[in-house]
């Protein structure tokens, strides 16, 4: 069991909220737990920012509209929705359900509830609705869900079948994943006498000290140098242990 499954299993009517303190978050780790308890993440990476994260905090808690809600289709096949389990409605964060459906478009969607006066129920018909090419985006979106899902849960080792799914997602909706790229092909060579060398550089979390990296200035130590050094200790080593030897002279 791994530990976002872990939190999706073990949600019962809780949402999880996950924040991160300081200024080495792993950022994955906690919006991984937010989204997996269908809360929201929060990092505060100062003294400054902590203010801010409870006053958000406070407002998305003290505003449930509707919770342990549940959602079904009545008169029409829907199947592949996202998400599985329907988070918490709040004030600050609408909740979005994709789907697919199958046939002809009609019967209603029964959407239930818990308010804070008592049970809600409403029913919402879908046979008026008619497709929209504004809308097409909506695919992009629901295969985003549906591969991030197969990502992040459950993942290991990724077995053949997970890979071969999300591989296909990606080519078939035109998205990037870890299978999947984009590719572009130039066909006129601008630069003919090759790229030039640049500098990258790379950052270290806020208080961590150049000495992390062994070299904190200037080039680095020539290979010559390096292997000179290395000749030089193994010297002293050898003079030592032949000192120690019986029947040895200094």
Known sequence: M???DY???????????AFGIGTSVNRYLIE????????????????????????TFRHYIESPVLTAIDIR????????????????????????????WRGAVGGTVELSGRTGRGPYRASIAVGP???????????????????????????GVPDDDRVERITSLGLTY????RYTSFVAVHEIVRNVEGGDQVDQ???????????????????????????????AAITVSLRRTARGRPGATA
């Open 201 to 231: 550089p790379n950052p270290l979390p806020l208080g961590v000290s150049d000495n992390a990296v062994g070299v904190t200035s200037g080039a680095e130590p020539e290979f010559v140098w390096v292997v000179a050094a290395l000749l």
């Open 7 to 17: 939190v999706a299993d073990h949600l019962d009517e809780a949402n999880v909220f």
């Open 129 to 155: 609705a008619r497709p929209d090419d504004n809308h097409r985006a909506l695919r992009q979106l629901w295969a985003r869900s549906r591969i991030a899902n197969l990502a992040d849960f459950g993942v």
């Open 2 to 4: 791994y530990f976002f």
């Open 73 to 100: 289709f009545a008169g029409f096949e829907v199947y592949d929705v996202e998400p599985k389990k329907i988070p918490d409605l709040f004030a600050n964060r609408p909740v979005v359900v994709f789907g697919k």
């Open 174 to 177: 035109g998205l990037l994943t």
């Open 32 to 55: 991984g737990v937010a989204r997996a308890g269908q809360g929201e993440p929060f990092v505060v990476t100062g003294s400054e920012g902590a203010a801010d994260a409870a006053v």
